[in-house]
């Protein structure tokens, strides 16, 4: 397929200007774009641990979640050896690196979109004061309790931590995926009965409690759906495309005190 014309087809979805401006590079990150792109490799993060696997694969592009380079090109390469080695290598083996970000999490089928329709809701739409965040309703009433068994078993994680200071029956719910915290309140002025992201400080569960509200913490790996949404949509494009998606970042294991 054109590179060019796939890029503008994923720019449709994902447009480069709703990416948030805190240094989230959106777009070639290692490079040159080839012409046609026939060959594509998918993760949520790259680094050395799945390079191997990326050589042999050979990919015409690889595209990320995570950017490659997060901040400021020159000093990320000057103050990061390990990442200016395998910069180096992708240059050296004409590997081309795209990065889609937070277009991703908040454009058409992303994200929350793709997280929203997991865990089975209908009625799913943007917050009004967070185009990021998606909410929706429920098929059926749960406790809390419920909810939070449902919600790991539907995203595929291994374990939440829960804050149920709020409604003790959930009909509705709103989430983000990754480091989202922040937009409980919002949620919460929005009438949802649980927010659900990840990457949770101190403070904010404080706040919460003082909210009297309910937030489920969730790995951040949750974001690993971003291969399988992003194959789907590629896929859309042009059938014949070769895609390789390595799922390699795990959630930590969790050690309770005997």
């Known amino acids: 397929m054109n590179t060019k014309s796939l890029l503008i087809k994923l720019s449709k979805y994902y447009p480069?200007?709703?990416a948030k401006k805190y240094g989230d590079f959106h777009g070639?990150?290692?490079g040159k774009l080839k012409d046609e792109t026939n060959k594509i490799l998918l993760c949520l993060d790259l680094d050395y641990t799945i390079y191997d696997e990326v050589k042999k694969f050979n990919p015409?592009?690889?595209?990320?979640?995570h950017p490659f380079i997060f901040g400021n090109k020159k000093e990320v390469l000057e103050n990061d050896p390990i990442k200016k080695e395998l910069y180096d290598k992708l240059i050296?083996?004409?590997i081309p690196v795209y990065s889609i970000h937070t277009a991703f999490d908040e454009g058409k089928y992303g994200m929350n979109e793709t997280l929203c329709e997991k865990l089975e809701l209908i009625n799913i739409k943007p917050l009004e004061n967070d185009p990021m965040a998606r909410g929706g309703d429920l098929k059926d009433v749960?406790?809390?309790?419920e909810f939070n068994q449902y919600l790991l078993n539907k995203l595929d994680v291994d374990f939440s931590?829960?804050?149920n200071y709020g409604a003790k029956v959930i009909k509705n719910c709103a989430i983000v995926g990754g480091g989202g915290w922040h937009s409980f309140k919002i949620a919460k002025e929005e009438n949802y009965d649980v927010f659900i992201s990840g990457d949770m400080p101190h403070h904010a569960q404080r706040d919460?409690?003082?909210?009297k509200y309910n937030y489920i913490n969730i790995p951040h790996e949750v974001e690993n759906i971003f291969m399988e949404q992003m194959k789907k949509i590629l896929l859309s494009f042009d059938n014949s495309l070769d895609i390789m998606c390595i799922k390699h970042e795990k959630c930590p294991k969790v050690v309770l005190k005997k």
Request: charged letters at 25%.
């Open 16 to 18: 480069r200007k709703i």
């Open 92 to 94: 050296k083996d004409n």
């Open 60 to 65: 015409d592009l690889i595209i990320t979640h």
């Open 28 to 30: 070639l990150m290692v």
């Open 161 to 163: 931590l829960s804050f």
């Open 142 to 145: 749960m406790t809390f309790d």
């Open 208 to 211: 919460v409690l003082l909210e």
